[in-house]
């Protein structure tokens, strides 16, 4: 049996080398992005990874060790991705994309009457394929397998605030915002034909359907069940045909379903608002763009987050609205969304977000866009 005083010391000169190797071949992957950037490329190229993977298993002589290395390699292609991710464009190089918008499939969670679809009936036009899913997270998937071109997903409501999952999505999955819907929504109490508010004692519908009609719901006493969708609870509550039973979903989803209008535009507040953001996998600026998300995350110091919004303030740019996410793996440490109005070809933007990305741990650009 080797010594283990003997064994780590082995281990620290291969860490050593492998330290050095590791810088080389980031820096290797900060050339790939700028020249990605240049050339409209996205930063995931599935067959250079399955070629990476496949001629270097080969090299492990150790069959019970490929399995290993397959891991090994995909977590360092991960690492080198989200490296590249944190790169900023050149005003210089950067040029205008042209929204797509023939022969495009958008994904979108639900199914029809949801407020998913009425946001991407609102933004696309009516030659665009839609792809429904169940979960947020399936949206998210598909464009991952190039199953559909966009995604859109509510990201905020004017009454309950953010739809957290979203925006942990949208970064971890290092998708870019292409452009965001604001939709108007009203909530409404359905109800099999014939059924009377009065008669209603539980009601199905998505959560942020429960938390924008809570006063209503407790005013009259009817229990909250969640449930995937609005629109899949009112044509789940369709099904069951019980006059006790409602659902909360727009008035779409009740003509759609069969249902009855029991009782009108119930949200909390009557100008309840839902941003749904349009997401792609590369980033596209459009020549009206006019607004910048980043996500970044701060070192734990005296006025860290300060020292970012000093550098917003000095150059003078309006902050449009600022969320903070737990981050997972440290707790008591977060995430920073900030929309800020301006243009990624303005090359003083640029050099501001460069002066952010300074006092910050991690940043990443998700997107400049027009906010519709
Ligand atoms: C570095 C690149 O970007 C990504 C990361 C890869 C890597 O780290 O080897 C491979 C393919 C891309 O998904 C590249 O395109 O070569």
């Known amino acids: 049996m080797k010594d283990l005083k003997q064994?780590?010391?082995?281990?620290?000169?291969?860490?050593?080398?492998?330290?050095?190797?590791?810088?080389?071949?980031?820096?290797?992957?900060?050339?790939?992005?700028?020249?990605?950037?240049?050339?409209?490329?996205?930063?995931?190229?599935?067959?250079?990874?399955?070629?990476v993977i496949q001629n270097n298993v080969s090299r492990i002589q150790s069959e019970d060790l490929h399995s290993y290395a397959k891991l090994f390699l995909t977590s360092m292609m991960n690492i080198s991705k989200s490296y590249q991710t944190t790169f900023l464009p050149h005003p210089?190089?950067?040029?205008?994309?042209?929204?797509?918008?023939?022969?495009?499939?958008?994904?979108?969670?639900?199914?029809?009457?949801?407020f998913s679809q009425k946001a991407l009936d609102t933004y696309f036009d009516k030659q665009t394929q839609r792809q429904q899913y169940t979960h947020f997270k399936d949206v998210f998937e598909a464009l991952k397998r190039d199953e559909i071109d966009y995604g859109i997903v509510p990201l905020e409501n004017s009454s309950t605030g953010a739809i957290n999952d979203n925006y942990d999505a949208i970064r971890d999955y290092g998708f870019y915002i292409v452009g965001e819907q604001s939709l108007s929504v009203?909530?409404?109490?359905?109800?099999?034909?014939?059924?009377?508010?009065?008669?209603?004692?539980?009601v199905y519908s998505h959560p942020q359907g429960l938390l924008q009609t809570s006063l209503f719901l407790e005013k009259h006493h009817i229990q909250p069940h969640e449930y995937e969708?609005?629109?899949?609870?009112?044509?789940?509550?369709?099904?069951?045909q019980n006059p006790h039973?409602?659902?909360?979903?727009?008035?779409q989803a009740a003509q759609l379903y069969d249902l009855d209008i029991l009782q009108d535009n119930i949200q909390n507040i009557q100008n309840n608002a839902t941003r749904f953001i349009i997401f792609g996998k590369q980033l596209e600026v459009v020549e009206d763009a006019s607004c910048i998300s980043i996500v970044f995350t701060l070192p734990h110091q005296v006025g860290?987050?300060?020292?970012?919004?000093?550098?917003?303030?000095?150059?003078?740019?309006?902050?449009?609205?600022?969320?903070?996410?737990?981050?997972?793996?440290?707790?008591?440490?977060?995430?920073?969304?900030?929309?800020?109005?301006?243009?990624?070809?303005?090359?003083?933007?640029?050099?501001?977000?460069?002066?952010?990305?300074?006092?910050?741990?991690?940043?990443?650009?998700?997107?400049?866009y027009v906010k519709k």
Request: hydrophobic share 40%.
């Open 229 to 240: 969708n609005t629109a899949m609870a009112a044509k789940y509550v369709s099904t069951l």
């Open 7 to 51: 064994c780590r010391q082995e281990i620290d000169e291969i860490d050593e080398q492998m330290m050095a190797l590791f810088e080389r071949r980031m820096k290797v992957a900060k050339d790939v992005v700028t020249y990605k950037m240049a050339h409209h490329m996205e930063i995931f190229q599935s067959e250079r990874e399955a070629q």
């Open 186 to 202: 009203s909530q409404h109490l359905l109800g099999i034909k014939g059924a009377k508010l009065e008669d209603i004692q539980e």
């Open 304 to 368: 860290a987050l300060y020292q970012v919004m000093k550098i917003i303030y000095d150059y003078a740019i309006n902050m449009l609205r600022i969320e903070s996410r737990p981050l997972l793996e440290t707790p008591w440490e977060y995430y920073f969304y900030v929309d800020l109005e301006g243009s990624l070809k303005d090359v003083a933007m640029i050099q501001a977000l460069e002066d952010m990305k300074a006092h910050t741990k991690t940043m990443r650009v998700l997107g400049n």
């Open 92 to 114: 210089q190089t950067l040029t205008y994309a042209l929204p797509k918008v023939n022969n495009i499939t958008v994904g979108f969670q639900g199914v029809p009457g949801s």
């Open 245 to 251: 039973i409602g659902a909360i979903a727009s008035s």
